[in-house]
């Protein structure tokens, strides 16, 4: 029996919950290159964007255990482990080294450029992204987030990339510890839980945290997402027996935690990220039945397909943010009047949606041209064939 046999069924709910962190963190990442709009609903939501990134390692936790831990013994024995290695690798790699190439590619043209016009490229300008030759190489192996530079590079979105590049070759520790039952289901969420805890509190950022202890951002968020898993997996049964007003009832507890999170928890990048975060996680958990009503609404065939793209949206945005730096510079000045309004506030609030849409458009292409394409071809490739008699 190989790693990928006997899969459970898809938890349509979660599959959809994935097409909102990447929404939020496009519009985050324009905000923080732009300022914000001083339109407080606007700004605390997309303040806190960053912190959807514990929910999608939250969730990759819950997921790969789901998926694959009734099959912990097999990780230990035989081809499992590297048939397990090769189906994430086919999943992360081939988008992850298409954006680092074309980031490549758009470096060049842009300098080429900028030198047959005597204008500065950003590339090369004061604050300019970082493109050395050594975080290539680091960016290349998936190490580019492991302590090891004191900046992002290259697409600096695939830090997650690296993080969960790592979390996959721990992933076998993570099984075994979610074989305890009850003990491992709260054993995991309070340590993941502490280890944010403690993130937030000692970091210069709040949980804005990248390049430096990244790493253990993710094994954090990743641990409360296995637990979460196993505590799914023992209350499942009960839950299969409640009615689906319960389910709703905990996933509208949940929400109004998130909405007082976000909303009344002050500016993002302090200590009290930790409570904006903990809602985050266990909507994980409420989700996972598959019911209720926030569950149906994460089920709608868009929140599905936006889903099926989510990862290629997230990735894909990098080049976009840093094309928009290339083309402000043909913008008039902020103070130019038309039709007798600041010309930066009127681009304010149309160029950070039309970004939006651009990055699920690119998302749209890359993941079928590229993702889906090649995660078929290296798992065909790379999967053990049959023995022959």
């Known amino acids: ?66 998926v694959y831990g009734a099959r912990v013994i097999e990780f230990f024995r035989g081809h499992a482990y590297k048939d397990f290695l090769v189906a994430r690798l086919a999943r992360l790699y081939p988008l992850h080294i298409a954006m680092l190439l074309w980031i490549l590619v758009v470096m060049l043209l842009l300098n080429s450029f900028a030198h047959a ?26 190490v580019q987030a492991w302590n090891i530079f004191p900046y ?6 695939s830090w997650f990339v690296s ?11 993570y099984l075994l510890l979610a074989r305890g039952g009850w003990a491992s289901a709260i054993g995991l969420i309070a340590a993941g ?8 509190a000692t970091g210069k950022h709040g949980l ?27 209350t499942r049964a009960v839950a299969d027996q409640m ?15 998130m909405g007082f999170g976000t909303f009344d928890n002050g500016w993002s990048h302090t200590p009290r990220d930790i409570y904006t975060v903990l809602p985050m996680l266990w909507l994980v958990y409420v989700l996972s039945f598959d019911r209720g009503f926030a569950a149906r609404f994460m089920q709608l065939p868009i929140l599905q397909k936006l889903g099926e793209w989510s990862f290629a949206i997230y990735i894909g945005q990098t080049v976009w943010l840093q094309l928009i730096r290339f083309f402000e510079s043909g913008y008039p000045a902020d103070d130019t009047l038309i039709f007798g309004i600041r010309f930066g506030d009127l681009i304010w609030w149309p160029e950070p949606f039309a970004l939006l849409l651009v990055c699920v458009v690119w998302g749209w292409f890359l993941c079928t041209t590229i993702e889906l394409p090649a995660n078929r071809a290296i798992r065909r490739y790379f999967g053990r064939k049959p023995a022959v008699a």
Request: charge should be neutral; hydrophobic fraction near 50%; charged fraction near 10%.
């Open 1 to 66: 029996m190989t790693v990928q046999s006997s899969r459970p069924g898809e938890i349509k709910a979660l599959a959809g919950a994935r097409a909102i962190p990447p929404l939020i963190l496009v519009l985050y990442h324009y905000c923080e290159g732009h300022h914000y709009r001083n339109f407080k609903p606007f700004d605390l939501l997309i303040g806190h964007g960053y912190m959807w990134v514990e929910f999608f390692f939250a969730l990759s936790g819950f997921i790969l255990t789901y």
């Open 243 to 257: 009615p689906e007003i319960a389910i709703s009832i905990m996933q509208l507890i949940v929400l109004v935690w």
């Open 152 to 157: 992002l590079s290259w697409n600096g979105a």
């Open 193 to 200: 839980i502490a280890g944010l805890w403690y993130l937030s």
């Open 117 to 142: 016009t005597g204008g500065v490229s950003i590339y090369e300008a004061k604050y300019h992204p970082v493109v050395t030759w050594q975080t290539f190489i680091a960016n290349i192996f998936l």
């Open 208 to 234: 804005d945290i990248t390049f430096h202890n990244g790493i253990f951002r993710g094994m954090s968020a990743f641990a409360a997402g296995v637990g979460m898993c196993v505590l799914y997996q023992k």
């Open 163 to 173: 993080v969960e590049f790592l979390l996959c070759l721990l992933f076998p520790v």
